[in-house]
């Protein structure tokens, strides 16, 4: 035994940005706790910032590339022979002139991650192609839409301020299991326990009674998909009663006469039967809203994933902003972040807006989102022949095979690819079908910045991390393989100079960001400023820039603030940038300078809306909801032993009287049947914590039978064979992942099943 080193390093795996300690004994991780200095989670941790440790030391983690061989095994390769492959192979598709052939999908735990953040969008603007893809459109576009047509930029989302309200409406999320999202703010039970505490209330609507549910002060079961229609309801109650209170927004709302005419049909009495939820409660819910003294309504991934996710994202900012809880504090407010703040950033209070539709698919036509199309539509575009088909994929942290609709198509497509590529730290279900994987390192050995989550946490704050172990020879930092791969797709070829390519791209963001009117580098000299940020290079030096050029940096000596990474690497546990403050009107960017209550969009889409009204339930049907669960992320960790252990977590989960109904008993296995596909075998669990007519199964499990051991011993079943492709959010594309229907019959006891 060596010297035990204690370390600090933000947690990377959920949006909640824990501060970890890290015990370390020369390359050996020792133990992983929670940081009792960090300024934001003060030593709050969960299983998973725990089992990072397990990760680490995981021996199915890959540490070289692996090269698909004839027989269909892999086999280890050098980066040169792997990067050789791809430049043989990238180049021959990329030189019959066609950009569009190459697509990418982008996972995840990039969003976690500060080289891909700042790297990816390279690599994507060397391919050239209209062929992006990633999670955000399984996930949360729908929110980030909404609100960069209400608010000018998709990173204008209005968050909880959790820590200082007295009522709050939480709809589609369950914190306590999923630690928040769009929502960063570490230990969410003693958050929501402290309102409580202070003698506030926090309400619940969820299909099932989730451990959030369990822990608020009144829980509502809802039919999926049907919160918008409840949202709408609440808002008319707030017009018919006169409570609608704009307060400090007044002077800067538009289109409140257009919402007042829009909600008009949506009486409670008329979205009670669809809903259901009693004409009486969601009045009483309307009014407590608008009579509590500080209150936020938040939604998440029941909202998003949804039939109506675009309309209930904006909706629950309506009702924060009719209610006058919009931008003040206990309300839902806009996080300042401290780097990389499109809201932050040029002139204030005024800007383009946001433009979405600008190109569309190919094959189906659904819209451009931020830039990228929705994964709904991936699978047919590596199918269909023609101009602008997918022949080359290259995916980065992502596992689209168990996280995208009707999966078994997309993997039958993607085993017809001419070239896959996969960067990674494991072969998953999606990997396994690459040409080439390429390994990330472990997160232990990389720095950590949340460049993204900041935008959405409840205190502004800043914590950089360093490495806590020294690189992996082995293994470069992503920044690096991403720059290779930047280097193959502009022909510079499989040894491109990465240096060169960096400082390409150091110089390109201070030449933007001296050029933004109201920056404050505006007219400086690019050298100057690069010369300051000598001798950093890769991430560092970028977010180096960020900061200093952000609300809080010391702007290379402009005398105002004082924030730099030298500031945050002088500070383990993190700088506290304090609590959120009112924004409005400087926080937005929308063309007019207002914020737009009616979205063009929005209206447009408030028909389809109107006619879920009058839809009728066939007697016994049947929809499937998801779940998350503490000790799984997404698609992954499951191959840490201390993460699944126990019993098994991929259950159908069943009302009573369903299961009475349909013969479905508790341990046994059912049969499920989705629009797109079968599952054949997935084991009951009756339990009245879902609602009558809906069942759940959790999402990221069916493991193939791979190269991760522990993860093939607990596979469970994908839910996602299930969903249909077709079904999206008319506005945002996004998937329609819950409150699909389907049928579940009792697989009957000794039948043969397959999985
Ligand atoms: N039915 C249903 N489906 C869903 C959802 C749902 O609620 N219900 N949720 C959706 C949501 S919100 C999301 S975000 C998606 C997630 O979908 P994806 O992003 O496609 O999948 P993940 O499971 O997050 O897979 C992440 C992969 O990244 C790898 N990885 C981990 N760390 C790193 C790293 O540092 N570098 C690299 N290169 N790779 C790394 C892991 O090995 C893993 O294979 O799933 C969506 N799918
Ligand atoms: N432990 C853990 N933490 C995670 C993740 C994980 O996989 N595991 N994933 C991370 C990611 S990528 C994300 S995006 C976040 C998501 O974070 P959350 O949004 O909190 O996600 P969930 O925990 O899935 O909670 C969604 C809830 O919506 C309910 N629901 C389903 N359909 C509807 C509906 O139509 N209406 C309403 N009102 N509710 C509905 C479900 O029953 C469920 O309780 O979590 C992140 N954190
Ligand atoms: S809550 Fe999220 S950030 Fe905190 S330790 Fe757990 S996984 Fe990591
Ligand atoms: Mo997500």
């Known amino acids: 035994m060596g010297e035990t080193a204690l370390a600090y390093r933000t947690c990377p795996l959920c949006e909640a940005t824990c501060g970890l300690e890290i015990a370390t004994d020369g390359d050996d991780v020792v133990s992983v706790r929670g940081d009792a200095d960090d300024v934001f989670s003060a030593g709050f941790i969960c299983p998973k910032g725990v089992a990072l440790k397990q990760l680490h030391d995981d021996p199915d983690r890959i540490r070289t590339p692996l090269l698909r061989q004839r027989d269909g095994s892999f086999a280890a390769a050098t980066w040169d022979e792997a990067f050789d492959t791809i430049d043989r192979r990238l180049t021959a598709i990329l030189g019959d002139g066609d950009r569009n052939a190459v697509g990418v999908y982008v996972g995840n735990p990039s969003a976690h991650n500060l080289a891909n953040l700042l790297y990816g969008p390279a690599m994507a603007r060397s391919l050239g192609t209209r062929n992006l893809f990633s999670a955000s459109t399984v996930d949360q576009y729908p929110k980030q839409m909404a609100s960069a047509l209400m608010f000018g930029t998709g990173t204008s989302v209005p968050v909880p301020d959790i820590d200082r309200t007295d009522y709050l409406l939480i709809l589609g999320a369950n914190p306590l ?8 703010a570490p230990n969410m039970r003693g958050r929501l326990r402290a309102i409580r505490r202070r003698g506030g209330r926090v309400v619940v609507v969820d299909p099932r009674r989730s451990r959030t549910a369990e822990e608020a002060d009144e829980h509502f079961f809802i039919r999926p998909g049907t919160d918008a229609l409840l949202l709408f309801a609440m808002v008319h109650v707030l017009f018919e009663r006169s409570l609608v ?22 009486a409670p009495a008329a979205v009670a039967d669809a809903c259901c939820i009693d004409a009486a409660a969601i009045t009483r819910l309307a009014c407590e809203l608008a ?18 996710g675009a309309l209930c994202s904006w909706l629950v900012d309506v009702l924060n902003a009719l209610t006058g809880n919009l931008d003040r504090a206990g309300g839902a407010m806009f996080p300042k972040a401290a780097a990389g703040a499109r809201n932050a950033s040029g002139l204030p209070g005024q800007g383009r807006g946001a433009r979405f539709g600008r190109w569309q698919s190919r094959v189906r036509g659904l819209d451009e989102i931020f830039g990228e199309l929705p994964v709904a539509c991936l699978a047919e575009e590596i199918e269909t022949p023609g101009e602008g088909q997918i022949r080359a994929l290259i995916t980065v942290s992502g596992n689209p095979v168990l996280s995208t609709p009707n999966s078994r198509r997309l993997e039958a497509a993607l085993a017809t690819l001419e070239l896959m590529v996969s960067l990674d730290v494991y072969v998953n279900e999606t990997t396994r079908h690459a040409d080439v994987i390429l390994p990330a390192p472990s997160p232990l050995r990389r720095s950590h910045y949340d460049l993204a989550l900041y935008q959405f946490a409840a205190r502004n704050v800043a914590n950089y991390s360093p490495p806590v172990l020294a690189g992996d020879p082995l293994v470069p930092d992503e920044w690096v393989t991403l720059l290779r791969l ?11 100079d990465v240096d060169a390519l960096d400082d390409a791209i150091a110089g390109e963001l201070v030449r933007r960001e001296v050029e933004i009117e109201g920056s404050r580098l505006q007219g400086r000299s690019i050298a100057d400023v690069l010369a300051a940020l000598a001798p950093r290079r890769g991430p560092e030096r970028l977010l180096d820039l960020m900061l200093r050029a952000g609300p809080y940096g010391d702007g290379f000596g402009d005398g105002e603030g004082d924030l730099s990474l030298a500031a945050l690497e002088a500070a383990p546990h993190g700088i506290d940038l304090g609590p959120l403050q009112p924004r409005i009107p400087e926080v937005l960017r929308t063309a007019s300078g207002r914020i737009e209550l009616a979205p063009r969009a929005l209206v447009d889409d408030v028909p389809r809306l109107r006619a879920a009204l009058v839809r009728r339930r066939a007697p016994g049907e049947l929809v499937l909801v998801g779940r998350r669960q503490l000790r799984s992320n997404n698609s992954w960790m499951h191959n840490l032993p201390m993460l699944v252990s126990g019993p098994q977590r991929c259950t159908l989960q069943v009302n009573p009287r369903d299961a009475e109904r349909l013969g479905l008993v508790h341990g046994e296995l059912a049969r499920v049947a989705g629009r797109a596909g079968v599952l054949e075998s997935v084991v009951v669990e009756v339990t009245d914590a879902v609602m009558e007519g809906v069942v759940s199964i959790p999402h990221g499990w ?11 011993a607990h596979a469970g079943v994908n839910s996602n064979v299930l969903a249909d492709e077709h079904e999206v959010d008319a506005v945002s ?23």
């Open 702 to 712: 069916g493991h193939a039978d791979l190269a991760q051991s522990v993860a093939g």
């Open 245 to 266: 209170a704009l307060a400090a927004l007044a002077d800067h709302c538009e289109g409140i006469e257009a919402v007042a005419e829009l909600a008009a049909d949506f």
């Open 177 to 184: 299991a999923s630690n928040g999202s769009l929502l960063t």
């Open 486 to 496: 930047t280097g193959v797709a502009a022909g510079q070829g499989p040894a491109a």
């Open 291 to 308: 009579g509590a003294e500080r209150a936020a309504v938040y939604g998440r991934i029941g909202t998003c994933t949804q039939e109506f």
């Open 733 to 755: 594309g996004n998937a329609v992942l819950s409150g699909i229907p389907v049928a579940v019959a009792p697989v009957p006891a000794g039948a043969v099943v397959a999985a």
